[in-house]
């Protein structure tokens, strides 16, 4: 490990405590089971016309539920309970994280990101190599998904909106394992992530694929986002 991160990881840890833990948010209904979740997907109607729809406006950060939106969204083969998210008009690269909990140790939403252009056609959509597993603490109960990725508005002017929608097939289950995405950990140097590799005590989880869950979209600064490139995928 190059000796300046290390440095800045220790000292991170010293001073920031327990402020490296992410608690989930209880505004986007985290206590519905999986079951409930289940059956009011099943029931959304499907689908208004793209046009139509709400969106929502991407400012600094997204608590989403899938309580903000009547109908499924689906474009192609992608279909998803949650309103597009519309994109500031800012010809820059723009910075994103996205969380998702693992709820009652149970099920988990796993999140994709389609990115729509203007049209509403799919340009890009994240990979499921740049996810990561951050599990439980001894103390807090945070196990999330989490990833990181970019859109390049200079390079893409056309688009204009992002989907979040499931990875994997509803019902489903996800093996995580140490061996895998556990071995990456993160800390935090002021607000700027630095995400290192580390042998990680040996787990396993299986957590059922839900429709929903408890999710949050952030934007991301050139100061907020992780100073290592190579966990951030480029869109």
């Known amino acids: 490990m190059n000796a300046r991160i290390l440095f800045i990881i220790i000292l ?76 500031e008009d800012q010809a820059s690269v723009q910075y994103y994280s996205v969380k998702s909990f693992y709820l009652e140790h149970k099920f988990a939403f ?38 990181y990725f970019s859109v390049d508005k200079k390079a893409t002017p056309n688009v204009k909106y992002l989907l ?18 556990g071995g990456t950990q993160m800390a935090m140097a002021g607000n700027q992530p630095v995400v290192y590799h580390q042998r990680s005590t040996a787990f396993k989880v299986n957590p059922v694929v839900s429709p929903s869950g408890a999710v949050v979209i952030t934007k991301l600064s050139t100061w907020s986002k992780p100073i290592n490139d190579w966990v951030i995928q480029p869109l």
């Not at 793209?50 to 997204?62: F, G, R």
């Not at 509403?120 to 103390?139: A, C, E, G, P, S």
């Not at 979040?164 to 995405?181: E, R």
């Open 164 to 181: 979040v929608h499931s990875a994997k097939p509803i019902g489903s289950k996800v093996s995580i394992s140490s061996d895998s995405h």
């Open 110 to 147: 796993i999140p994709m990101v389609s990115v729509l252009d203007s049209n509403f056609n799919i340009v890009k959509q994240t990979d499921l190599n740049y996810m990561r597993y951050k599990h439980q603490d001894l103390v807090y109960d945070d196990s999330h998904f989490w990833m």
């Open 12 to 87: 991170t840890f010293v001073f920031s405590g327990c402020q490296l833990t992410t608690k989930i948010p209880k505004s986007v209904d985290s206590d519905k089971t999986f079951d409930l979740r289940n059956e009011i997907y099943q029931s959304k109607p499907c689908c208004t016309v793209l046009n139509a729809l709400k969106k929502s406006i991407m400012k600094d950060s997204l608590a989403v539920s899938m309580e903000e939106n009547t109908d499924l969204v689906q474009i192609d083969s992608v279909k998803s309970p949650y309103l597009l998210i519309e994109l």
